[in-house]
């Protein structure tokens, strides 16, 4: 009996240590999101995402050569799927925005088709953002012709962020659309230090608000982006920042909306 007390007791001491260890680490993880846009369209860091280890959200823009294997290829290695619609900015060459792009002379009705077609061409897209969009984004016609047919497919919103008088937040939240903001670009300047200086924005964003979305873009052709980002993993991993897929930050805000009235 004795000895079996002696075997007992320290074992149950190192579960009562080890208890409250093991839920404050798992208290502590902050989650933030990757969104990395252009696939379908652009080479660059396909392959290192799509083959990678990070659990980006790959963001595919709708009837390019590659759309719908790039799309494919994404889901199969487990990656969240966005469409990422090409959207008409201010200023821009046309060929910037791909083909099908959803432009300002566009009626509510030709701007739904074209939304339910990029969703037949990006198999397993669980939401959207757009691809540039400057003056598209602060059309109100033609923002709301999108979050309808959002709503209507179950579809959530990120808004890219390149306009301050983008309609997607009022809008979204008129119809009960998921929406998030993205809070960092990554790449504005294409080189591994500049993107490694955004992540460490993304850290701290992350860590004052409890979330945080950026986004990046699979490049032209080299592949600033994906080094900066894979370089960047030790940092998120020391300050217990996991990366998650945008639907994983949406619904930690849903708990903390119903948790938190
Ligand atoms: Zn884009």
Known sequence: ???????????????????????FAQAKVLKAAIIIDDFGGCTGGVEKFLDGDIRITAAVMPFTDHSTEHAKWAHKNGFEVMIHLPMQPIKGKRSWLGPKPITVDLSPKEVKEIVYEAIKNVPFAKGLNNHMGSLAVTNEEIVRAIVEVAKEKNLFIVDSGTSPNSKFPEISTELGVPLLKRDVFLDDISSPTHVRRQMERLAKITELKGKGLAIGHVGIKGDACSTGVFQSMEMLKNRNIKIVPVSELLAQDLMKKNILP
């Open 1 to 23: 009996m004795k000895k079996l007390i002696c075997f007992l007791f320290p074992l149950f001491l190192f579960s009562l240590l080890m208890q409250p260890k093991i839920s």
